[in-house]
């Protein structure tokens, strides 16, 4: 998991670096791995439409359709112009 005491102070950089980080576990199905590292951002940044739509991604790959939908529409909720979750919801 990035920190800040990694090589910058810049939260949101952090923060991009660790979904970028979870979005590559989750290709390479690390699923468990990708989950915690989501988690870990909606923790600090409960705001983060980016993190809710790929832990719905993951949440859709193990089959739980439910919770990744529930993601999908938080994600939604977070930033309506984040046109992925939509089409996702609308799929």
Do not use: C, M
Request: charged content about 25%; aromatic content about 10%; overall charge negative.
């Amino acid at each position: 998991f990035v920190t800040s005491q990694n090589l910058t102070d810049d939260s949101f950089l952090i923060q991009q670096a660790n979904i970028g980080r979870g979005r590559v576990l989750f290709v390479l199905g690390r699923l468990d791995e990708a989950k915690a590292i989501l988690e870990q951002v909606i923790a600090e940044n409960s705001q983060s439409a980016e993190a809710y739509f790929y832990l719905g991604e993951i949440y859709s790959a193990q089959g739980d359709q439910v919770k990744a939908r529930a993601n999908w529409r938080e994600a939604y909720n977070q930033d309506r112009t984040f046109t992925p979750a939509l089409e996702r919801l609308q799929s």
